[in-house]
């Protein structure tokens, strides 16, 4: 393309060097030091993955070389990122509005908030050529359509004057990199890009990224939480906890010999879909050296066989519609589901199709249109309040959000009381007490926290009082919608953890919903797998994953970024 | 940990509240002001009502010290007189409207669907009708009470109550922890009143800080039409009104019934925000 004069590139150039750089940020409670004298260096053509949990720095250091934080309360108060030579810290702001999207530009996590649905598509991506004067309007509009199929969004082709409302979210994170990669950056900045997407269609972006940077020749640093995500990826990791850098390594040698604690805890705490164990090692088994749990791979014999435990739930034929103005969407379509005793039923399948509606109608939250749901194989019937509150007391749902599940205004002594009131267990308020002080060890959590308000916990604290407030009523079967998805690889294992216990001691019952293939795996014993309402197979874990039946569980399963490279580590 | 057993949400907001200076203040000034309106008219050595046509348009002295009107009487006793009028019925039309339009919207928001829209579409009729129009017929069917004209300001006012509560009701419903306690088995009215009700305590209190001084203002113009408060009796309202046309000959008849009306405003105002933070368990950050 003649009309864009490429940069005079020196060898020097395209490199990224950070030095010494210190974030703080003010609030009333005093300074917090998100950013803790990290160095970091991006070589021209090197894609580097930034890895760390959140509240770790990554995004805050991925901000800060376009500055883009808000400056105060962010505050840099010492260090140095310079871009090719120069430091950019010290420029204007007119100085920066000329490096953004032109030497350096990013992508952004959500997709379909990131576009504005004023402006078509097109006029979107070929922005960043007429702002920086890269080319005429004409001109733009003809390499942003080029650039828009080379990333795979064909629909451009046909119908020009798309708006974003009419894509999907795959798509419209495609239309960002294209945004992104039309003004040909030296270095790429992108931040989660497909944390929002779901497994299959992540894995058809990065490829498209990372494709699309080699043949550009185009630097990047790519942040995310998910280690086996950025070994797919990145030539190089750097891990990052509580604002520091603990380890940078070649991804291979990462893999095959983490130095720090924290970071052989990542990439074990994951549940894996090559790792098979009861319980997941947590970061505190590797901060302490006595503990046994690491790499013990305790075979588990199950002493019941699957299928001589008798069926709990049973679904027959159950159809959930939705009606709007003039359509009706069937989100449940004739799903036949039987959910043995004592067992763990795992509920794969992307965003849309059906799970968590599923969960909800058996639970009756949401009303079904028709079919049956069986209890110990006889149909549930909520005539009257007494037989609604027979029901609720056996049936119990642990949410996705602790933050939205927990009633603010109550301390969780209330929270955990007020079950009990409703059902009529204890005798007094001095009994129930107990029994919430007893529930609440059993959690992991202490009678201290009886008086506190659910915002004084952390997010892996709040999931716990969920489980507790989802045990007071002592239900058989536990709906658990998503509930680890919010959370860090190494919160996430102690939940996960948790519940496995909690299913030994109590006997409990699952259905587990989750997009987290290796969660799924971790936690189930039979696993169906739903796509567009209805479920294209069921089978016991080892089936679905070693022989899946269909091409859709297939893709799902091929989906699932992992390290391969580490695959032999752990077995 | 100073608190061993569970406080209950109203012992945890007062010590919230105890510990916020400029809604303790507040507290202060608005119960002094009920105070000099409850005890004033009688402690004063005259009455609401006494003419003394000698003394018409006295400005401040020992005798008078927030000076007489036009008519000679007493602003000392008919500025606090007033008081006890304009106090009465700003809050208690402003706890009618509280009690009308929250539990009107609360239910509407909650119950949603047809029934959501029908109690709406009701709320919108009563809108459009002219608030004057209104009221003069809730007069003439009751005749003239003073109670009544409590209930008919609070009537009107609900309405943008019912509004504001029914959207914030709206989404907290689909919140989880409200399906947590639908799954539960919690029944319909506990769920209404322990897990939403609560959490709509920040804008009804702020709204309601809003309403006082408007039905205050609204008792001066009913006052001004020969529908509420009618001479010789007197409300701040009514005084400000009289003070207002004639503050080039007598600015004290519009400073003093003023300054207390702003007062007790600014008094409501700061001692909303205070309850409203007092009362959400995040804004404190110690536990």
Redesign the interface.
Known sequence: MPSIQSLPRMDSMGQLNIQNLSINFRS??GIVQAVNDIDLKIKEGEIVGLVGESGSGKSVTCNSILQLLPCPPAEISHGTIEWTGKDLLKKSEPNMAQIRGKEISMIFQDPMSCLNPYLTVLEQVAEPLIIHNLATPTEAMQQASDILAEVGVDRILTSPNAYPHEFSGGMRQRVMIAMALITKPALLLADEPTTALDVTVQAKILSILKEACLKRKISVLFVSHDLGLVAELADRVVVMYRGKVIEQKDTASLFQNPEHPYVKALIACRPTLESSSDRLPTVEDFNNPNSCCIGANESFTSTLLLHERKVLLETKELTVEFSSKDEKVRAVNDVNLAIREGTTHGLVGESGSGKTTLG?SI?Q?LQKTSGQILLHGKPIVIGN?QQ??H???S???I???PY????????I??TLI??MI??GIGNNNQNRKERVVALLEEVGLAS?H????P??FSGGQRQRI?VA?AL??EPQFIVCDECVSAMDVSVQAQVLNLLKSLQESRGLTYLFISHDLGVVKFMSDEISVMQHGTIVETGTVDAIYQKPQTEYTRQLIEAVPRANRSTNIFS | MSMQTSNSLGKDAWLRLRANRMAMLSLFVLIGIFIISLLGPLLSSFSYQEQNLDKVFQPPDKEHFLGTDNLGRDLFARTTYGGRISLAVGLLATLVSLLIGVSYGMIAGYAGGRIDSFMMRGVDVLYSLPFIIFVILLMVLFGRNFLLLFIAIGAVEWLTMARITRAQTLNLKNTEFIEAARALGYSHLRIIFRHILPNLLGPIIVYATLTVPAVMLLEAVLSFLGLGVQAPMSSWGSLIKEGAEKMDAAPWLLLFPGLFFCVTLFALNFLGDGLRDALDPKSSQDG
Do not use: G, W
């Not at chain 1, 009886?450 to 308000?453: E, K």
């Open positions: 009333r409670e909800r639970l939250l309040s609604q509150l029901f609720r007391r049936m119990q749902i949410f996705q959000d939205a599940s927990l009633n603010p205004r109550l301390t002594e209330q007020e079950p409703v059902h201290e009886l008086s506190r308000y915002h004084q969920c407030r007071t009523t």
